[in-house]
Structure formats: C-alpha cells, structure tokens
C-alpha cells in the first residue's frame, strides 16, 4: 500500500546540532508527533513536554501532502538545487518515523542524498538510513536503542544521562535544554567535563539567527 506523505516544511539550511553541526542540508520536517498533539492544552501531560517545533499541518515553506516517495524526493532535490558537494537531507519532525519508510529512503539515496533521521526512538528504524540519530524522552517507549548519534536534551525529568549512557551509539551528546527563564548551558558544561563520554551539543542555528 503507498503511503501519502504529510510534510509541514522542507528548507535548506545550515545543520544546527549533533554530529554534522555546520553541514548544509536539506530539512524536511514531517507533520505529526506520537508524544504531542502540537496542542498547547496538551504540552503538560505530553511524553515530550518540552518540545519547541511547530509540526502541526502541512501550511510550512515549501510543506503539502506527496502522494508518492518519488514525488517527494522530487521536491528534496529541488530544494537543494545545483548547490554541488554530497547532497545531505534531515528527516526531522514531529516523529519522522511515522512515516518516513524504506520506499522514501531508497528515492532519496537514488538521487545522491545521504538520509539522516532525528528519532524519538520509539520506532524502529528503517535499516536503509545513513545516519540515525536518537534523541530519548521516554524510556519506557525506547525502541531503537543504536545508531550513529544519541542526542540527550539535559536536564529532563524522564532521562539522564546514565540511563542511557550504556547503550550501542558510535557518539554521545548533551544539549542543553532551551527552557525560558532558565539556562542550563553552564550545567551541561559541566557535565560533560566530568563524563568525558558525553560532548556538547549546541544550538548553533539559535545562535546564529538562522532556520
């Protein structure tokens, strides 16, 4: 069965975080999220409280619903455009596994992209991904428990760093989290002073004033 595919924005900008911060790409955000609605009435009693994306709809830049894998990729590739280097796209969300599946991936990897996805981890990757990176909420729903990239929002009431610290990631990462009326970047210094495993993780898109 063919799956039609609801993307809220598809842009090309600077990766923010993680392991290819600073590397051009293609976002492609996927409407929809199994740990909120995107409601606010909703954020207090979410798996991920703490959320700052808007992934409700398909109104976004260059957003809509694709009724195949192809015409998606088709719209990827133009978002990148005659940019040159080895094309990158992030496949971020809302949840991104909901619907981003093998069909998807293989289009993309067939016209030069290299595919990352930014998971919750409560679903299963698909095994064709080039790069998988976790970022957990909810330990009691964490499925994927390898890959490429773990990306830890500290502080958070529902993980820690050693409830995951043991799991199979080639790289660990703290980020602190971006929460009004507080700053936790001093505290995730710190952290990763003391447990050199873990490296900082930052923002840099925030702090540059870019999508």
Known sequence: MSMTYSVKEIFYTLQGEGRHSGRPAVFCR?????????????????????????????????????????????????????????????????????QLDSALITALQGRGFVVAVETNGSLPCPPELDWVCVSPKNLDKLVQTSGDELKLVYPQDAVGPDDVAHLDFAHFYLQPLDEAGADHRAATVQYCLAHPRWQLSLQSHKILGID
């Open 30 to 98: 996927f409407a929809g999220c199994n740990f909120w609605s995107g409601r606010e009435q909703d954020r207090a009693a979410a798996d991920c409280n703490f959320c700052d994306t808007d992934f409700i709809g398909t109104d976004g830049q260059n957003g809509g619903k694709f009724s195949t894998a192809e015409s998606l990729a088709d719209a990827v590739q133009k978002i990148w455009g005659g940019a040159g280097g080895k094309p990158f796209i992030v496949c971020t969300g809302g949840e991104p596994l909901m």
